[in-house]
């Protein structure tokens, strides 16, 4: 099959694009790298798949779409500092570039869309464990915008019969996540600091708990929801373990993988997102208490729908996981 991946030179679209040029698909690479890595793109030595360099808001999606069979959107700005200082750029990126992914789509016929939500629209939710079925009232601009996007999919598969599946992914970690970035997601920044001998500054000392699923269990899945039969209308599906992790015990596992007693500096929550000063500097500054109620957020999500609907689970180990998150940093950074 021809598969085409927006942010495929991405952590999740480049692991995801691997698997399915091994099993022996015709794979595009389709990204603007503003946030992609070529190395990403490198298999056994050599590249693999067809890259495409060009950004999801292009009004000539079509002809990219011609002869594909399923479309992963993947493309997305998924830092949430990022997403708020800019939201017009987030806006346009994860809500008007989804709209001329799937309008492409649509025009070319294309099988099947997976599109790449994120649990981040659960963040006003109260539950232990969240599911599907959960009402939703985000309120950061990140996770608006991902909400929006679901109510799009929703449109095209209402409108149009669309055959769309909705992703929503709980903390993906794993090799080949960007450890170069302003602020890189929590795993691969541990890891960089760590490699790096260096203290890390970490926010949460408390027992809130995220859920964390492998990138390689992510993968499995995906390949599934690409395989499975039947029509979804845009049917929404948690991405998730069902585990739920601290700051302070996933410290504790990168400490056991890299052998290095390294004490981990804990700052004031309100101060997480002061490396992005035009938050706070113009006008009415963000709200400090927000951010310390994300910083201390309890995020666990409920996988029994996606495990029932294509016979998947989470296998990888926390352990082992974050061993290999530590492994793969000292790789590329040495
Ligand atoms: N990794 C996670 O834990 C997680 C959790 C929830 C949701 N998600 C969502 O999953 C998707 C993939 O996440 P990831 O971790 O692989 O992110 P990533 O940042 O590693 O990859 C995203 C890719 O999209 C590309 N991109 C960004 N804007 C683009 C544009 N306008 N046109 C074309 N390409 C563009 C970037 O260059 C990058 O390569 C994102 O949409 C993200 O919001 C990820």
């Known amino acids: 099959m021809k598969i085409l991946i927006t942010g495929g030179a991405g952590f999740i679209g480049s692991q995801l694009g691997k698997h399915l040029h091994r099993a022996g698909h015709e794979v595009v690479l389709f990204d603007n790298m503003s946030f992609g890595h070529l190395d990403n793109l490198i298999l056994e030595g050599a590249p693999f798949g067809q890259l495409v360099c060009k950004d999801v808001r292009d009004r000539d999606l079509l002809s990219d ?3 594909v069979n399923t479309v992963f959107h993947l493309a997305g700005i ?3 500092p990022v997403c708020q200082q800019d939201p017009s750029e987030a806006y346009d990126v994860n809500v008007a570039g989804v709209a001329n992914v799937l309008e492409a789509a649509r025009r070319a016929g294309v099988r099947r869309v997976i599109f790449s939500s994120t649990s981040a629209v659960y963040e006003k939710t109260k539950a232990e464990r969240f599911s599907e079925a959960d009402p939703i009232s ?3 601009v990140y996770a608006c915008t991902k909400a929006a996007a679901e109510q799009l999919c929703d449109a095209f598969a209402v409108n149009y019969g669309m055959d ?3 992703c929503r992914f709980f903390n ?11 602020s890189p997601p929590f795993t691969s920044y541990v ?4 490699v790096m001998g260096r203290s890390p500054n970490l926010f949460n000392n408390s027992d809130a708990r995220r859920d964390y699923v492998h ?7 995906l390949s599934r929801m690409l395989q499975a039969e039947g029509h979804f209308a845009a049917e929404r599906f948690n991405v998730c373990s069902g585990q739920g992790h601290s700051v302070p015990e996933l410290y504790t596992l990168f400490l056991e993988a890299s052998g290095k007693k390294i004490e981990p500096i804990y700052n004031d929550p309100r101060s997480y997102w002061d490396r992005y000063p035009a938050l706070f500097e113009q006008g009415m500054p963000l709200s400090r208490e927000r951010i310390t109620e994300e910083v201390f957020k309890n995020a666990i999500g409920n996988p029994d729908k996606s495990s029932q609907r294509f016979g998947w689970k989470a296998r990888r180990n926390i352990r082992e996981g974050i061993a290999s998150v530590y492994d793969d940093a000292k790789r590329r950074l040495s």
Do not use: C, F, N, W
């Open 65 to 67: 779409m011609k002869g």
């Open 78 to 80: 998924a830092a949430l």
């Open 138 to 140: 985000p309120d950061l």
């Open 164 to 166: 769309i599946v909705v």
């Open 172 to 182: 993906v970690y794993g090799p080949h996540q960007d450890v170069t970035r302003t």
């Open 191 to 194: 890891a960089r600091e760590l």
């Open 215 to 221: 990138s390689d269990d992510v993968v499995d899945l």
